[in-house]
Nanobody, 118 residues
Framework: VQLQASGGGLVQAGGSLRLSCAFSGSIFRPAVMGWYRQAPGKQRELAAAVSLDGTINYADSVEGRFTASRDNAKNTLILQMNSLKPEDTAVYYC?????????????WGQGTLVTVSS
């Protein structure tokens, strides 16, 4: 199983960025795909997650600013981040969870750095 993340970068406060994550290597679709983030000196936390049935969970801190969308046919997850704040600065990690098959378990992609300048 592989998760290929892309996007991220440096943006000024109020700006937008788009993160993409592509899942591959399994005949099963992930039960959950999401983005976690880890700011310097802080624990990793959920930003947004989308279940296979389309249920979306957002962290309170990003609700209304971030939009997660999932394409189940392509096994991709997009995180559109608008109205970015300096406190959104973090390494963002794509996450997926398989709930069946021999590859059942949780998987992480490589992190991508998002830096929001004030």
């Amino acid at each position: 199983v592989q998760l290929q993340a892309s996007g991220g970068g440096l943006v000024q406060a109020g700006g937008s960025l788009r993160l993409s994550c592509a899942f591959s290597g399994s005949i099963f679709r992930p039960a959950v795909m999401g983005w976690y983030r880890q700011a310097p000196g802080k624990q990793r936390e959920l930003a947004a997650a989308v279940s296979l049935d389309g249920t979306i969970n957002y962290a309170d801190s990003v609700e209304g600013r971030f939009t997660a969308s999932r394409d189940n046919a392509k096994n991709t997850l997009i995180l559109q981040m608008n109205s970015l704040k300096p406190e959104d600065t973090a390494v963002y990690y794509c996450y997926s969870e398989l709930d069946r098959g021999l590859q059942k378990g949780a998987y992480w992609g490589q992190g991508t750095l998002v830096t929001v300048s004030s």
